[in-house]
């Protein structure tokens, strides 16, 4: 199928890619100049696995193409997904304004049916909205459709998430449209859901807060199982034993973070307040998560006393492993939070240095995760990368000025830790 995509950032650029993968022709669409030439040229703006690789083998194949041109996309595919930022305004809403630009965009360029797909997650309604702008905007008197088709892949699994969804929701206002995105959808093998566009929007929402409440639910169980000696893993294993509850994302941690759930939490929080319900619930998620991190960082102050000039080591920069995005990154917080308790940071991550370094000042960047501990009082893991849980823990004792580990993540066993010789800090054990 023709297909174009608006917005190439992780959501826009993977869903793109996918799609030209499974033998769609797909035009990717992006008003950043300097980012359409470097994926005219092969390069990949973000890390995400396999998706240089697949950028170019399709690039290659003639699948894929990129250009600043929104009217070249949409006179040259049958269907248009919209895949721009909507991030947060300051009091917690989100702001619409690229979705409202790119829909203008698009009307101004129709001269045939065209099928819209929003895959940004919109605060519900939002389709009709959109429908109306590009009924207003649109010079031509052709016809067209509005479709919700929220996006649910995590970053760091984007491309495995997309090739094998768990399902597809496409939201609707008539069945003209249901045809050709079950098309788009065919190659995939996942259960589609054929519903109206304000649940579609709602079930993005929804299920973001959901799993950010799970999170916090167990990081308030790894409270009481610190308060009593019990393991919040033992816990979350006995838990997620019961189908109705599931063992993922009962990974208690210093708490939550990314470009996703905190801002969806925020904007769910005020899409309810807007239709007068006060989600105290979610409130609470919230609440649990930034004690999760003063609950944290207090473990080190009480463990280290002074934190002024010590020397502290940081495994972790990015917000979660298998990426290099640091947005809202928890290890990031926890690195200002250490500096203005006057700490003196070396820090390592295995993807995201260099997008830290604008964001960190004054912090030594060492050159491998083992090489981090070098003459530091502490060592603390941010960020539950794989590789970590490989780490010479022996050089790293002797590296120590102290053997003092505090994991954000729960990598290591604890008893193990011990016998090694660390005084070690976990969460929840
Ligand atoms: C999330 C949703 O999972 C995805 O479906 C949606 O499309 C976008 O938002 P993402 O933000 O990429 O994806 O990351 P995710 O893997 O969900 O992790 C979010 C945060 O929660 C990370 O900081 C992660 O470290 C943390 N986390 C996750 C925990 O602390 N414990 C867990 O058990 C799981």
């Given at each position: 199928m023709k297909l174009t995509i608006i917005g190439t950032g992780y959501v826009g650029l993977v869903t793109g890619t996918c799609f030209a993968e499974v033998g769609h022709r797909v035009i990717c669409v992006d008003n950043d100049p300097d980012k359409v030439k470097t994926l005219q040229q092969g390069g990949i703006p973000i890390y995400?696995?396999?998706?240089?690789?697949?950028?170019?083998?399709?690039?290659?194949?003639?699948?894929?193409?990129?250009?600043?041109?929104?009217?070249?996309?949409?006179?040259n595919s049958d269907i248009v997904f919209i895949a721009v930022p909507t991030p947060p305004l300051a009091d917690g809403s989100v702001d619409l304004s690229f979705i409202e630009r790119v829909?203008?965009?698009?009307?101004?360029?129709?001269?045939?049916?065209?099928?819209?797909?929003?895959?940004?997650?919109?605060?519900?309604?939002?389709?009709?909205?959109v429908?109306?702008?590009?009924?207003?905007?649109?010079?031509?008197?052709?016809?067209?459709?509005?479709?919700?088709?929220?996006?649910?892949?995590?970053?760091?699994?984007?491309?495995?998430?997309?090739?094998?969804?768990?399902?597809?929701?496409?939201?609707?206002?008539?069945?003209?449209?249901?045809?050709?995105?079950?098309?788009?959808?065919?190659?995939f093998k996942a259960p589609v859901i054929v519903t109206d566009i304000n649940s579609a929007e709602l079930i993005k929402h929804a299920s973001n807060s959901f799993l950010a409440l799970k999170i916090s639910y167990i990081n308030a169980i790894a409270v009481l199982c610190e308060a009593t000696g019990a393991n919040v893993q033992e816990v979350a294993n006995g838990m997620g034993m019961d189908d109705r509850i599931g063992r993922r994302f009962l990974d208690a941690s210093l708490g939550f973070g990314g470009s996703c759930f905190p801002k969806d939490l925020s904007?769910?929080?005020?899409?309810?307040?807007?239709?007068?319900?006060?989600?105290?619930?979610?409130?609470?998620?919230?609440?649990v998560?930034?004690?999760?991190?003063?609950?944290?960082?207090?473990?080190?102050?009480?463990?280290?006393?002074?934190?002024?000039?010590?020397?502290?080591?940081?495994?972790?920069?990015?917000?979660?492993?298998?990426?290099?995005?640091?947005?809202?990154?928890?290890?990031?917080?926890?690195?200002?939070?250490?500096?203005?308790?006057?700490?003196?940071?070396?820090?390592?991550?295995?993807?995201?240095?260099?997008?830290?370094?604008?964001?960190?000042?004054?912090?030594?960047?060492?050159?491998?995760?083992?090489?981090?501990?070098?003459?530091?009082?502490?060592?603390?893991?941010?960020?539950?990368?794989?590789?970590?849980?490989?780490?010479d823990l022996d050089r790293v004792r002797k590296t120590l000025t102290h053997p003092i580990l505090f994991d954000g993540r729960n990598l290591f066993d604890p008893a193990e830790m011990e016998?090694?010789?660390?005084?070690?800090?976990?969460?929840?054990r």
């Open positions: 995400e696995p396999r998706l240089e690789e697949l950028v170019r083998r399709n690039t290659e194949a003639g699948r894929l193409s990129f250009t600043t041109s929104t009217a070249e996309g949409v006179e829909a203008r965009d698009i009307a101004g360029a129709m001269t045939a049916y065209k099928i819209v797909v929003d895959k940004s997650t919109v605060p519900v309604r939002t389709g009709d909205q429908a109306e702008t590009i009924k207003r905007y649109c010079k031509a008197q052709v016809e067209f459709d509005v479709v919700s088709n929220p996006e649910f892949l995590r970053e760091g699994f984007a491309v495995e998430d997309l090739m094998n969804p768990d399902r597809i929701v496409i939201g609707v206002r008539s069945q003209r449209p249901v045809a050709a995105l079950r098309e788009v959808y065919s190659p904007a769910f929080i005020k899409i309810a307040e807007q239709v007068g319900y006060d989600f105290g619930l979610l409130k609470e998620v919230q609440k998560n930034t004690q999760q991190m003063n609950r944290f960082l207090k473990k080190i102050v009480d463990t280290l006393w002074v934190l002024k000039d010590k020397k502290i080591a940081v495994l972790g920069l990015a917000f979660k492993q298998n990426t290099d995005d640091i947005r809202m990154s928890p290890a990031i917080e926890l690195c200002h939070r250490l500096q203005k308790e006057g700490a003196i940071l070396t820090v390592y991550d295995p993807k995201a240095m260099d997008k830290a370094r604008s964001v960190l000042k004054d912090v030594r960047f060492a050159e491998d995760m083992n090489a981090v501990a070098e003459g530091c009082d502490a060592i603390v893991i941010a960020t539950e990368w794989d590789e970590f849980k490989k780490l016998r090694l010789g660390f005084i070690y800090k976990s969460v929840g």
